[in-house]
């Protein structure tokens, strides 16, 4: 199983500045990483695919980056609502899917 | 517009059993992995199993084999999640997700069911 490692658990951030979180794989999975944005009581949503392709209908200050094990999501001028929690998600491993633990995005 | 319509929630006790569905709509069901994913109380996100509808190609996750049942009813377009006896443990809510064709990331979530087993 290939363990994916998020970090930092929670990021306090205030409104209009930069996020970047960090993902970690525990092998090489090329550029097979999603991202996922929950907010509380709803379903997790897609943000980014390949590492670095924004889903469809998301806006442009998500960005994704990164290959073999590091990967990077980085929120450039946070909104009101983009605090939640972000989840990782490899697909190198067929059918093994793995998420991270999650980055819980909080308010300064 | 493709759509995931999960069963309600359910509180039930420990040792009765169990069955959760997903009804997919606007696209062609039979032709796209489902995934039912596990997200007990203040978690994160875990991978129970896939079912390829087309054929019940059924994949579970190692931690979760042999302690859920994952089926499918293509006619209906519909996915489904079954405990033969529940745990307390087993308290969360579970969601369905479309998978993409290869490379096989979720594009599409239902919107959970909530699932309390307490006696």
């Known amino acids: 199983e290939i363990v994916m490692t998020q970090s930092p658990a929670t990021l306090t951030v205030s409104p209009g500045q930069r996020a970047t979180l960090s993902c970690g794989a525990s092998?090489?999975?090329?550029?097979?990483l999603a991202w996922y944005q929950q907010k509380p009581g709803q379903a997790p949503r897609l943000l980014i695919y390949?590492?670095?392709t924004r889903a469809t209908g998301i806006p442009a200050r998500f960005s994704g980056s990164g290959s073999g094990t590091e990967f990077t999501l980085t929120i450039s001028s946070l909104q009101s609502e983009d605090f939640a929690v972000y989840y990782c998600?490899?697909?190198?491993?067929?059918?093994?899917?793995?998420f991270g633990g999650g980055t819980k995005v909080e308010i300064k | 517009e493709v759509q995931l319509v999960q069963s309600g929630a359910e509180l039930k006790k420990p040792g009765e059993s169990l069955k959760i569905s997903c009804r997919g709509s606007?696209?062609?069901?039979?032709?796209?992995?489902i995934g039912w994913v596990r997200q007990m109380p203040g978690k994160g996100l875990e991978l129970v199993g896939i079912i390829y509808p087309g054929d019940s190609d059924t994949k579970s996750s190692p931690s979760f084999q042999g302690q859920v049942t994952i089926s499918a009813d293509k006619s209906i377009s519909t996915a489904y999640l079954q405990w033969s006896s529940l745990k307390a443990s087993d308290t969360a809510m579970y969601y369905c997700?479309?998978?993409?064709?290869?490379?096989?990331?979720?594009?599409?979530w239902g919107q959970g069911t909530l699932v309390t087993v307490s006696s």
């Open positions: 998600q490899q697909y190198n491993n067929w059918p093994g899917l793995t």
């Open positions: 997700g479309r998978l993409t064709p290869p490379p096989y990331y979720f594009d599409y």
């Open positions: 606007g696209y062609s069901f039979s032709n796209y992995w």
């Open positions: 092998l090489n999975i090329g550029r097979h």
């Open positions: 390949g590492a670095s």
